[in-house]
C-alpha cells in the first residue's frame, strides 16, 4: 500500500505553515503544494515597503522557496494551477502553467488554502491596463518596476484600508503625484469615523490629496491603458490606478466542487480547520474565522491568523488533536509617522449585533512629560451598557500604539469587563509611558458611562 | 460641629493622589499634607534622566507645586515633618522643619505614604559625605549640581538594581568615570541570571566597569568625606558612592505607634487600604501590596503602584467603596540601548513557593526580517509544571520589551495557562514585529515542556 498523501492548494503562508507543520510530524505521507504563482511562502505584508523603496530586493520578502520546500521533503510546484476538485474521488484537476500539460492529481487530505483576491469596483474599464491588484509578490514587483521605470506619474489609490493607505505612503516616497477615492467618510474604515479621521490628516499632511465620500463610478480607458479614474464627482487623470477596497476570499473553486461557505463567501470550517466535506481542510484567507467578541463566524484576512490556521491544520494532518479558538480582531498598521490599530468590535459592529454600547476616547503623551520624544496618542474604548464588558479599542499615535493595542487583546481574549481593567499592572518607565498608561486613563473614563 | 479632617502623611505619588481624589469626591474634609521635604509630587521615576542631563529643569519633574494643591483646595505643608503618631488620641506630632515649632494636629482620617529608603549596606564609612541615595527629588538636584561643578571625577555606584543601573547610565553620560559593584552573579536580579547577563553585557558595553560577585564591605572615609569603596576583592577609588541596593519602605514611624507591619516591614494593609488600626490608612512603597501570582502579599515599591494604591485610598476617603486587588509583578526600564522587562514570578520566587516550573528562552527579532532597524529580542516565559499555568516572563531587546512584557501582565491578571496564550491575536504588521510575535514563539516552545 501506498503512502497516503497531502494536496496543499497555495503555496503561501497558511498552506505551507501547514505542509511544513504535518512534515515535521509524519514521515509517512506524500506532501504536495501547488501554487499558481512563481513564489512560495512570502510575506504579503511587505510588498508596500518593496515598492516604497524601503526593503531593496523582493528575495528578502521571501521565507522559503520551493527548493528549499522540497529539501524538507515537500513537493512544492510552483506555476500549477489547481482547476477543479473532486470531492468524490478525491482529486484535483491540475494544470502545469508553463507547458499546459494538465492531469487529475489524487488526494487523500486536501488543503485549501487559495488565500484572498482584491475586490474589484463593478464599473466600466475595471480590467484595464494600469489598474492594480496587490495582492502577490508578482504584483508587487511588477508595480515596482513601474515606478523605478519612471512610467508613471500620477497614481490614484481606489479604497482607504490598509493596503491602499500602505501604499500610498509608498507611492508618494517614490515621488509620484498620489491621490486616493475613499467611498467612506474617512480613510481606514476598520475604525470609527472619529478615529479615521485622525489618519485622514496624516495622510494629507504627507502630500496625498484625499477625496473622502467619493465613489469611482467608471475608469476612462483608451486603448485598453488607464487614462484616468472618474469619480461621482471628478475625473482625476491616471497613470496607474491601485486597488486598495480590500479582498474578497479566493473561493470560486471551493464553490464549484460544492464545499459550503459562509460570511463573505469564506470557506466554512470548524475549530480543527476541517470544511464540511470529508477529507477537506481550509486555511488562511479563504477560510472563515470566528470572533471570539461577536461570537460569530467572520472573515478577516490577515497573514498572522493564516499562519496560525494553517499550523492547526498542519497539526490535525499530522495525526495531533489541535484547535484554532479564533480571532478577537486586531490589526495594526503603520501610516506614515502613525501606529494605527485596533481590536474587538468597532461601533457599527456593536450595533449590527444589537448591544448598547458606551465609548471614551482620550488624548494622552506616548511617554513621561518630561521625557523627550514624547508624542501623543489617542486612545478609544467601547463596552457594553450595564455590563462593562469589554468590547474592543482602537489606538492612533505616534509611538505605542502596537503595544497598547495587544494589553486590549489579551483583556478580550480573557473576556474582562472595563472595572477589571482599571488595575492592570501594566508597565511603566518614562521613556515608555506616562505613570497612568493611556489605556488605563482611558478605562478610567469609560468606567463612569457604564 | 466643625468638619472632619483627612492628615496625609508624605507628599509624593500616594498622598497626593488619594488627597486629589478625596477632595474631588467630599467638599466636607479638611485636607492637609505633611511632607517632609521641599517638593510634592514628584516624578522620583525621572531623577536619572535629570542628573544624566537628558531632561533639563528638575521643573519638569514636579507634577504639581504646593501652590496648585493649595489652589485645589490641599493644604499641602512641605517642609513639615510628621515625628510621632498618636492612634488613640488621633492625633500626630508635626514639627515645622524651618522654624522648630512643634505641635499636635487632630486627624479623623489619617494616611500614612512615607515612601521607601535606599538601602544602606551596614558597613564602616556608610554614613560619610560623598555616599548618596536616589531616593527624593532634592538628593537627584544635589547630584546633578556636583556632577554640573565637576567636583566628581570617578563614581562608584553600588548594586545593580534598576535605579543603580540608570543611575551608572547617566553618570557615563556625563563621562565620569563610572564602576558598579554588584553582590550577585548578574545585575538586575529582579530577573533570572540568564537574563541578567544581557544586561551585564549592555552596561559594560558602554564602558561601565562591572565587578560582579562582590561585595562591598567598607567605605574608606577620610575627614568625614569618601575616598573609595572598599569590597571583598579590591579598593576602588571614588569620589562619590550612589547607592542602588534597593529600598525599604519607611515605616518606622508607624511601627513605634504600633501599626501592625507585614512583609519586608512593610505596613500592612487590605484591599482599601486601610492598616489595621482604625482610621488610618497607608498606600504606595510604605506599604505591602498583595501579589496575585504567588497569592501572597508582596513589597515592591513602584510610582505606578503607589498611583493606583493612592487613587484607590482617596476614593474610600471619599465616601466610595474601592479595592487595589493587588499586582502581578510587571517592570520595565530602559538600560542603556536595551529595554528591559519583567512581569509575574522569577525562578528563584516560584522555587521558594514550592512550585514546579517549566521555562523556554528564544531569541527573536524586534520587526519582520526585511524591515529595517530589527534588533533582537529575547523572551523567556516560566509556567507551572504539569498545570501550565502561565507564571511569568522575562524579556531584554532592543525595542518592544516594554510591549510584550504588558500581554504577559495581562495574562497573569486573567490566570492563562500557557496553553490558552498561543493563539493569542496580537497585533502584527512588520515595522513592529515578526509574524510570530516572540511571545508566541516563546509560548509555543514552553507548551512542549509543560
Known amino acids: 500500500m501506498g503512502k497516503e498523501r497531502l494536496v496543499v492548494i497555495g503555496g503561501d503562508a497558511a498552506g505551507m505553515s501547514a505542509a511544513s507543520q504535518a512534515r515535521r510530524l509524519r514521515d509517512d505521507l506524500d506532501i504536495?503544494?501547488?501554487?499558481?504563482?512563481?513564489?512560495?511562502?512570502?510575506?504579503?505584508?511587505?510588498i508596500p515597503y518593496y515598492v516604497g523603496g524601503l526593503v531593496q530586493e523582493w528575495r528578502a520578502l521571501v521565507a522559503r522557496t520551493p527548493d528549499e520546500?522540497?529539501?524538507?521533503?515537500?513537493?512544492?510546484?510552483?506555476?500549477?494551477?489547481?482547476?477543479?476538485?473532486?470531492?468524490?474521488?478525491?482529486?484535483?484537476?491540475?494544470?502545469?502553467?508553463?507547458?499546459?500539460?494538465?492531469?487529475w492529481e489524487p488526494y487523500?487530505?486536501?488543503?485549501?488554502?487559495t488565500g484572498a483576491l482584491p475586490v474589484r469596483p463593478a464599473v466600466p474599464g475595471a480590467d484595464a491596463e494600469g489598474i492594480y491588484g496587490v495582492h502577490t509578490l508578482e504584483s508587487g514587483i511588477h508595480l515596482r518596476q513601474i515606478v523605478d521605470e519612471g512610467k508613471a506619474r500620477r497614481v490614484v489609490i481606489v479604497g482607504g484600508g490598509y493596503i491602499g493607505l500602505e501604499m500610498a505612503e509608498a507611492m508618494c516616497l517614490r515621488d509620484?503625484?498620489?491621490s486616493l477615492v475613499q467611498r467612506g467618510p474617512q480613510v481606514m474604515n476598520t475604525l470609527d469615523p472619529d478615529m479615521g479621521a485622525l489618519v485622514s490628516d496624516a495622510i494629507r499632511g504627507i502630500g496625498i490629496t484625499l477625496y473622502l465620500g467619493e465613489e469611482v463610478i467608471a475608469f476612462d480607458v483608451k486603448d485598453g491603458r488607464l487614462r484616468a479614474v472618474i469619480t461621482d464627482k471628478r475625473e482625476l487623470p491616471a497613470d496607474m490606478a491601485i486597488l486598495g477596497m480590500g479582498v474578497r476570499p479566493n473561493t470560486e473553486l471551493a464553490r464549484a466542487a460544492g464545499i459550503p461557505l459562509g460570511v463573505k463567501g469564506a470557506i466554512r470550517v470548524n475549530e480543527r480547520m476541517q470544511t464540511e466535506v470529508a477529507g477537506i481542510w481550509a486555511a488562511g484567507d479563504c477560510a472563515e474565522v470566528f470572533h471570539l467578541v461577536s461570537r460569530r463566524p467572520a472573515h478577516i484576512p490577515l497573514g498572522t491568523t493564516a499562519n496560525k490556521q494553517g499550523r492547526v491544520a498542519g497539526l490535525n494532518l499530522?495525526?495531533?488533536?489541535?484547535?484554532?479558538?479564533?480571532?478577537?480582531?486586531?490589526?495594526?498598521?503603520?501610516?506614515?509617522?502613525?501606529?494605527?490599530?485596533?481590536?474587538?468590535?468597532?461601533?457599527?459592529?456593536?450595533?449590527?449585533?444589537?448591544?448598547?454600547?458606551?465609548?471614551?476616547?482620550?488624548?494622552?503623551?506616548?511617554?513621561?512629560?518630561?521625557?523627550?520624544?514624547?508624542?501623543?496618542?489617542?486612545?478609544?474604548?467601547l463596552a457594553e451598557k450595564g455590563t462593562g464588558r469589554f468590547l474592543g479599542g482602537q489606538i492612533v499615535g505616534t509611538e505605542g500604539a502596537a503595544k497598547r493595542i495587544?494589553?486590549?487583546?489579551?483583556?478580550?481574549?480573557?473576556?474582562?469587563?472595563?472595572?477589571e481593567m482599571i488595575h492592570l499592572d501594566l508597565s511603566y518607565a518614562p521613556p515608555f509611558s506616562p505613570v497612568w498608561d493611556p489605556v488605563l486613563t482611558a478605562v478610567r473614563q469609560i468606567v463612569k458611562e457604564v
Open 32 to 46: 504536495v503544494v501547488f501554487e499558481r504563482g512563481p513564489h512560495t511562502s512570502y510575506a504579503a505584508c511587505g
Open 69 to 103: 520546500f522540497r529539501r524538507q521533503g515537500i513537493d512544492a510546484c510552483v506555476r500549477h494551477e489547481v482547476t477543479e476538485i473532486d470531492p468524490e474521488g478525491r482529486r484535483v484537476r491540475v494544470r502545469n502553467l508553463e507547458t499546459g500539460d494538465a492531469w
Open 108 to 113: 487523500d487530505h486536501l488543503l485549501i488554502a
Open 176 to 178: 509620484l503625484e498620489t
Open 318 to 381: 499530522g495525526g495531533r488533536h489541535a484547535t484554532f479558538p479564533g480571532v478577537v480582531g486586531t490589526a495594526v498598521s503603520k501610516i506614515c509617522s502613525l501606529e494605527v490599530a485596533r481590536t474587538g468590535l468597532q461601533e457599527k459592529e456593536i450595533a449590527e449585533l444589537g448591544l448598547e454600547f458606551v465609548s471614551a476616547t482620550v488624548k494622552s503623551r506616548t511617554r513621561a512629560g518630561y521625557y523627550p520624544g514624547a508624542g501623543t496618542i489617542t486612545v478609544k474604548v
Open 406 to 419: 495587544d494589553v486590549m487583546a489579551v483583556a478580550l481574549h480573557a473576556g474582562m469587563t472595563v472595572d
